[in-house]
């Protein structure tokens, strides 16, 4: 692992705008222009909306998504990523500064902005010292299983807000507690705007492009409505507060928002601030990366462009540094945004610089707009935005394939559920490591037997092969290390103790990718064992890495018996031998 | 892992006694009295010093051999393992108690009884839940290395003793600081006789034995004779001490040790105490139990005996919990006590139940003897044993087999010396699994062609191989899971965007033991970005267990190619049809 520091020559490298900025045209600034609009349009109820997940004020939102997108334009090798709040990001910055401060307070919005850079600067520390691959050990059921479980944490906490109640909590059991407890002050006008919404919204996604296509209307037109649904669900209900004066009728509003640029914010970097938020920050760095890059990935594989990972992660760090110096909190690439940008055209992270404008115009022009925005109609959006995230398939699909993987998903979902995000995604992590190690310390090992006619040998439990009572041919199917060595040593053992005839064992190497220290002092031992009850061990098919380090030692020459090149070599050898000796 | 409650009909598995037991002949008595007879000589010193080291009153040592012995005898399985303090599990024991209570107050050795007795519950529990395989996960260069630092550590601590001075500290560079601090207050004669029975010591071990075979003694009685080497220095310098009355100028001595049998103890069960010494606890049986069953296992070989590791889980854990209630501290199988004991031709656990009683009589009678030993001697005795344990020869051969266990085993002597045992072992175990998983993470991938005139296929950079530029075909060696999929995609994803003649993509799968969800997420994903490239992805050589798995999807219906039993097959087709569409 080299930290590779920019040199001079090479500061494209860490440029990546230097590389599509140069070929700009006046068609792709039309495209991304387009697309920004779009985007726009889109981000600014999401925006509102995931700040208040995040228990911060509305415009907090709309201040992640301005600075953190010319950040990524300049550093991020993603053409189509849209980075700001989402909303998985959004929950995990709810839990976290929920532990640090109490909602409300200057101590929770300082909060966040310290979690944003702290996440920042993890993220550039990674891409940095080229560590992205650390985000490979998060296994995809786990990421599908905190998905989903994040999901229903999501939505079940914005049921308060669609029946009027304060709910509160970080894990399932709190919220249907609060929700139970509250339910008696539903308020009855905020339930219908807020059902309303959500179905209007529902509708939207599912039925308003087919029933504009029955009408006519072009397939790009009917996307562009539909992107404007949630906008149009904003308009209508904030309307209907403003005209009925609901806000007097109990409908929690949206309120003043300043009209401001992002405003300069200084993070507060004192130690025990740092050390309560700093597993969070890993958490929520390693979570907003793995779906950042996924998005990013899928996105350039269908116009053949590559990612580095790496250079996504310091995309990613310097976004997060400059919402965290910028009112906002902790963002990453979200992919509805993203999807929403690729489909509408964007060519090049132009497209978010645009974007940044028009948010950045909204801010200081639009806020006093959303004074009567019902906040029923932000969980809406939120609700419905989510149900997209949640796949309880998962569950089913690993079933069938593997009950270790269920097991992870499972107890993923379960942990994040009853403990909250940072437990289960956590414990989901441990788990499939644990797992994945006690898999590897109990390997398959099959006894193997000549396919007739060929050189193959095979399972003598699964296909009809030929054997010699004399020798005895094992298959280990896993390399040799510290957790699994003992293993095989005491199968052999077992083995040859069970059966007399036994004069020579043969240990199949084909599957063999590495024989560790432990591993080598057991072979060491099991040679002599063998020894001293009169059979021969010989090895075959060992992989020239495994042979060369082999013969950095004494085992080659202590060995009892042979080393093969192939299992064919080894059997031909052999059932000569003992028929010889016979 | 299925808890095995015993069933009336199978109590013998729980209790070996009733094996060995039944078959108790006049001949197995004499060898075993005989046996016994050696190791309580040999005891009866090493009993004294460990307590000592363990920061304990010596007749803790004593206590901790009896009970201990005893309850082994019936719970375990090695007819040849003797039970009681060790070298290195007394360290940790003052490493761990030294942390919540002061050396000489009450709470110290109760706290000790605490350390057992959760030791005890915690090896029970392992036991019942058949969780000895635990135990592989410490690699055998971390635990070479741990116990080659703790053997420093060990020495270093008695050094104050041999000097006459007190040392301190749990570290090496906190008793080094000690030794250089105190080192102007060196007693002199104090040195004298501690230096002199380390001389005496070294001798006995390795010189006695021949001088006495030249001098026509028989084999036999020559060993008992070196066995008794440490009672001889004493013997000889406790009559120093009480000849000269060097107590009085300044030697210390061990003093009064009651005399009494094992006394009913009682730990301390307090939530705080049991919280402060979990870890330690934890660490100290799975320590104990890795040194305990590799003693265990060697001599159980060289009679062709069986050891069965989770029934040792129980033995051990009845030795710990009996040391907690009759004034002890955390035991276990050592080393050179169990190896005297086999020599000595002990053939059942019997001989270890005639050496408890010969211990009890030691704590009955001969404690007055003692009061004037002087500790010197103690720390001369565990010197000279630690050394044995002290193998830097392990560096240098892991540095040639492997870097990574070297690095393991590296820091491990690095943290244990400089940290202490807790922090050195945690790491240890730590980093070994770390270091492999990131190896696995990265695994080895060769492209193969085949071997002229025969069916194998090789590396093309290792040997002379046959390839078609239409074919390209990829071995991975290791098993495709969550953190290592992406690598594999990479790495094909590269190489096909390279070459553009290659039509086919083989995945020659004789190395993949699993594929786990992850994988099969990623192995669609290549599937189709190969297939959008014109490329068909093909497999060849998956195990039976893989096939089984991957049926159970959709993945081998999507395949764009097929799946051949041999690499052989799939060459010969694919040849065929590539030669055919030109």
Redesign the interface.
Request: net charge positive; no cysteine; charged share 25%.
């Given at each position: 692992m080299l930290l590779a520091w920019p040199d001079p020559m090479n500061v494209a490298r860490y440029l990546p705008i230097l590389d599509w900025g140069r070929d700009y045209s006046r068609a792709t600034f039309g495209n991304d222009l387009m697309a920004a609009v779009i985007v726009t349009i889109m981000l600014i109820p999401q925006s509102l909306a995931y700040a208040m997940l995040a228990g911060l004020p509305p415009e907090a939102g709309l201040y992640a998504s301005i600075l953190p997108i010319l950040l990524y334009a300049v550093f991020g090798t993603s053409r189509a990523l849209a980075v700001g709040p989402v909303a998985v990001v959004s929950l995990m910055t709810a839990a976290a500064v929920g532990q640090v401060a109490a909602q409300g307070t200057a101590g929770y919005a300082v909060a966040a902005l310290t979690l944003a850079v702290l996440s920042g600067g993890i993220l550039l520390i990674m891409g940095l010292f080229r560590l992205g691959?650390l985000a490979?050990?998060?296994?995809?059921?786990v990421i599908a299983g905190f998905i989903t479980a994040s999901g229903i944490l999501i939505a079940t906490s914005q049921m308060g807000q669609i029946l009027g109640i304060s709910v509160g909590g970080h894990t399932l059991p709190e919220m249907l507690h609060g929700l139970i407890t509250h339910i008696g002050q539903t308020s009855l006008i905020t339930l219908a705007l807020g059902v309303g919404a959500v179905a209007f919204l529902f509708w939207v996604r599912r039925g308003l492009k087919p029933a504009l296509r029955r009408m006519g209307m072009g397939a790009r037109a009917a996307d562009i409505i539909q992107k404007a649904g949630p906008v149009a669900a904003v308009v209508v209900t904030t309307l209907l507060v403003w005209g009925f004066d609901l806000g007097a009728q109990g409908v929690a509003i949206v309120g003043a928002v300043p009209q401001s640029l992002p405003p300069l914010t200084m993070p507060d970097l004192s130690p025990d601030l740092i050390r309560a938020l700093l597993l969070p920050a890993i958490l929520i760095s390693v979570i907003g990366f793995v779906e950042s890059i996924s998005v990013a990935q899928t996105l350039a594989?269908k116009k053949r462009q590559r990612i580095d990972p790496n250079q996504e992660l310091i995309g990613l760090g310097a976004a997060n540094i400059g919402a965290g110096f910028t009112g906002g909190y902790p963002v990453t690439g979200g992919f509805a945004r993203s999807v929403v940008n690729f489909d509408a055209g964007a060519e090049t992270p132009a497209a978010g610089a645009f974007t940044a404008v028009g948010l950045a115009i909204a801010a200081l022009a639009l806020t006093p707009l959303v004074f009567f925005l019902p906040k029923a109609t932000l969980a809406a959006t939120i609700i419905v935005a989510v149900m997209s995230l949640v796949d309880l398939g998962i569950l089913r699909?690993?079933w069938?394939?593997?009950r270790?993987?269920f097991a992870a998903v499972a107890t993923t979902i379960a942990l994040t559920l009853g403990f909250g995000v940072e437990i289960g995604v956590t414990a989901g992590v441990v788990l499939?490591?644990a797992l994945?190690?006690y898999?590897?310390?109990?390997?398959?090992i099959?006894e193997v037997g000549l396919v007739p006619g060929?050189?193959?040998f095979?399972?003598i439990n699964?296909h009809d092969v030929t054997t010699d009572p004399a020798i005895l041919t094992i298959r280990i199917?896993?390399?040799l290390?510290?957790?699994?060595?003992?293993?095989l040593e005491d199968h052999i053992l077992n083995r040859v103790v069970q059966d007399c005839p036994i004069k020579h064992v043969i240990l199949m190497c084909?599957?063999?990718?590495?024989i560790?220290?432990?591993a080598?002092?057991t072979l060491e031992g099991l040679n002599e064992?063998l020894r001293d009850m009169g059979i021969t061990l010989h090895l075959s098919e060992v992989?020239?890495?495994v042979t060369d380090?082999l013969k950095?030692?004494h085992f080659l020459d202590d060995l009892s018996g042979q080393v093969f090149?192939?299992q064919y070599d080894a059997w031909h050898h052999l059932t000569r031998a003992v028929a010889a000796a016979e």
């Open positions: 691959f490979n050990f998060l296994s995809h059921p594989a699909r690993t069938i394939y593997s270790t993987d499939s490591i994945h190690l898999k590897t310390s109990r390997p398959h099959a060929t050189q193959h095979r399972n699964r199917d896993e390399s290390y510290f957790a699994n060595a003992r293993f084909s599957a063999v990718n590495e560790d220290m432990s080598l002092e064992r992989k020239g890495p380090r950095r030692t090149l192939s």
